[in-house]
């Protein structure tokens, strides 16, 4: 037999047992997780172990897992997100269930249907201090809840109206420039502005 026509493919199956030798020794991909693609070239597939310590599963499981998995899926995005400095925030929640219902602190806020398992409330202001969050769903027959706690620090939390609808203005104001600072403040426990502040539009700028 002429060795010399076999000559490359001799030397491929050799270094193929050579890297076989190799993988484990330096804790690479092992053969046995590479597949074959249809262009011909071997793409190594990484298998992470279910239930590691420490390991938190991230908003697009969740998206995925409802929009593919037969099991019920009601998660609260952002839930991670748990110190909050903008009152005016948006709830989203992933689930495969025909209609959710959610709550903040207690009060209603409607309940939405939606066919890209995207579930959305747009206008939702949160209170100083902490605010809980949760929404229902039935799904196969079985109501299922997803909770979490939102943090809203006091100094980021938005102005009371008084009575007409306005925050109470503060007396005094700066001009810097071509614009102008308004102090604003809350009213009284009984709706009125404090002395020295006024509801009045100004034009700013």
């Not at 070239?41 to 593919?68: C, H, I, M």
């Not at 079985?142 to 943090?151: E, I, L, Y």
Request: a positive charge; proline letters at 7%; one cysteine or more.
């Amino acid at each position: 037999m002429d060795v010399g026509e076999h000559a490359p493919h001799l030397e491929r199956r050799r270094r193929c047992g050579r890297r076989r030798q190799l993988l484990p020794r330096r804790g690479l991909v092992p053969p046995s997780l590479h597949r074959s693609v249809p262009t011909g070239r071997e793409t190594a597939v990484l298998a992470v172990r279910r239930g590691q310590p420490g390991r938190r599963r991230l908003d697009a499981f969740s998206w995925y897992k409802a929009n593919w998995a037969t099991t019920p899926t009601l998660h609260i995005t952002s839930r991670r997100w748990t110190r909050r400095t903008d009152a005016h925030t948006e709830l989203k929640v992933y689930s495969n269930a025909d209609e959710v219902t959610a709550t903040l602190n207690g009060t209603p806020l409607g309940t939405l249907r939606s066919g890209d398992r995207i579930f959305r409330w747009t206008d939702v202001t949160l209170r100083a201090g902490e605010n809980t969050v949760a929404v229902t769903a039935t799904i196969n027959g079985s109501t299922h809840t997803d909770t979490v706690v939102w943090t809203l620090a006091a100094d980021t939390a938005p102005a009371t109206p008084n009575r007409v609808g306005l925050p109470c203005r503060g007396g005094h104001h700066h001009t810097h420039g071509s614009s102008t600072l308004i102090k604003v403040g809350p009213p009284d426990g009984a709706g009125h502005c404090p002395p020295g502040s006024s509801t009045r539009s100004r034009a700013v700028g």
